[in-house]
């Protein structure tokens, strides 16, 4: 039996990450983005406050840089004293963007802050706000950015807590998405004896597992493209019986999005426009009253697709859509349409374009010649500085694309639906 407590687990604030890549956006927009980190940890305070939490555990990479800026060091420092004065005690640990021996201001934390080392695993007592024991919180932080080794292997419980929350900054499984820091193996955290594994460094959310629990709360606010949905920290309820419930509450103040729009049903422009704002209007929507960045790409095959393979068609359609809701910045329109062709037909057609047809079939069927083919084609390019490095940069992932984009584009001009009246 223990005692019934709430607590927030969170992780990868990254306060005052830079947001590179958005040049084209408005200046109030960029404005926003570069503070968006601070507004997320905002939120994270207002969370622990409303929802009467007992302490909040933080699992690493708190700055975006291990030389944290000062500015990001103070913004802190002030929702910890907030934090304090609602007697809402915050453990917290490092990561690999901000090991303990990067750069940082002399500052005194408030009473309510633990700070785990990088010597060892260490652990302090977790109070509910009542003054009774809630659980052990176990962590160590990062003293160097690359940790390769194995930290959960120096983790074990200490008797004496009814409940017990180990803090880990790592990648379990060996999750190719992130860095191979702190590795270690789901079947290893769950033989521990922990309650909870409070896990950072992966910024997608998930529960690895249940009973114990091992969960990811991923990362406050999404920073880049790659980091879609809602971003935000997990409010964990633990009662009388040591049942765990999770409840995702959002944090993020800009949110990043994707969707795909079919071409299929259109024909004009003005009909693709129409379609492309009523999308723009559903991003604003899923915000929540966010500012969203999003992201569009067109689908699909038909009368549309010539067009839409002209640079100036899809720049037009995206300077139009960012001209529309305040709400939602569409921040790239990207085309992977097809031309409306009945490609099999040319299977048997004693044409050259059913020759071309029929060439492209057996270099799909061996990849070794496609690639020959396309290292041909492309040779002129290799001896350019910054062509050839691109090219080199991508050549396991790009032909292929290259071969479907080449016999869409080629077919289509030389079929009846593709050719131009002279």
């Avoid at 966010?290 to 038909?302: D, H, P």
């Avoid at 040319?346 to 396309?374: I, K, M, V």
């Avoid at 940069?393 to 694309?401: F, R, S, T």
Wanted: with cysteine.
């Amino acid at each position: 039996m223990t005692v019934p407590f709430r607590f927030i687990h969170a992780a990868d604030l990254h306060l005052d990450s830079p947001f590179r890549g958005m040049s084209k956006a408005p200046d109030a927009l960029k404005e926003k983005l570069q503070a968006s980190t601070f507004g997320a940890l905002r939120r994270l305070t207002d969370t622990a406050i409303r929802e009467q939490v007992d302490f909040i555990v933080i699992s690493g990479d708190l700055y975006d840089e291990a030389d944290r800026s000062l500015k990001a060091q103070f913004l802190l420092l002030k929702e910890w004293e907030r934090l304090q004065h609602y007697g809402i005690s915050v453990f917290v640990i490092h990561g690999n963007h901000d090991p303990l021996n990067g750069a940082r201001a002399e500052l005194k934390l408030p009473s309510n802050v633990t700070q785990f080392g990088a010597n060892g695993m260490e652990y302090r007592p977790a109070y509910c706000r009542n003054g009774e024991l809630a659980a052990f919180v176990y962590g160590m932080s990062y003293g160097k950015r690359h940790v390769t080794e194995n930290l959960a292997a120096r983790y074990s419980t200490v008797e004496g807590a009814p409940f017990h929350i180990a803090m880990l900054h790592g990648n379990v499984n060996g999750d190719s998405s992130h860095d191979p820091y702190a590795p270690c193996s789901l079947e290893e955290l769950t033989g521990k004896g922990f309650d909870y594994w409070a896990l950072g460094h992966i910024h997608t959310r998930k529960v690895l597992h249940e009973y114990p629990h091992v969960v990811y709360s991923g990362n406050i606010q999404g920073r880049n493209p790659r980091e879609t949905g809602p971003k935000g920290c997990y409010l964990v309820e633990v009662s009388t019986s040591r049942a765990v419930e999770l409840t995702f509450i959002p944090l993020d103040e800009i949110r990043w999005l994707d969707a795909a729009l079919s071409i299929n049903d259109l024909h004009t422009e003005q009909e693709l426009l129409q379609r492309l704002e009523e999308q723009a209007e559903q991003f604003a929507a899923r915000g929540d009253g966010r500012t969203v960045m999003a992201r569009l790409t067109l689908e699909g095959q038909g009368p549309l697709h010539p067009k839409l393979s002209e640079t100036i068609t899809v720049r037009t359609l995206l300077e139009q859509l960012q001209l529309g809701s305040p709400h939602a910045w569409i921040y790239a329109l990207e085309v992977h349409t097809r031309a409306g062709l009945r490609l099999t037909e040319l299977e048997d057609e004693n044409s050259f374009a059913g020759e071309l047809y029929r060439l492209t079939q057996r270099l799909e069927q061996d990849s070794g010649a496609w690639r020959q083919e396309a290292a041909a084609a492309v040779a002129p390019l290799s001896g350019h500085a910054k062509l050839g490095r691109l090219l080199r940069g991508n050549w396991d992932e790009l032909p292929e694309l290259w071969l479907e984009q080449a016999r869409e584009h080629v077919l289509g001009l030389l079929t009846a639906e593709g050719r131009k009246d002279e």
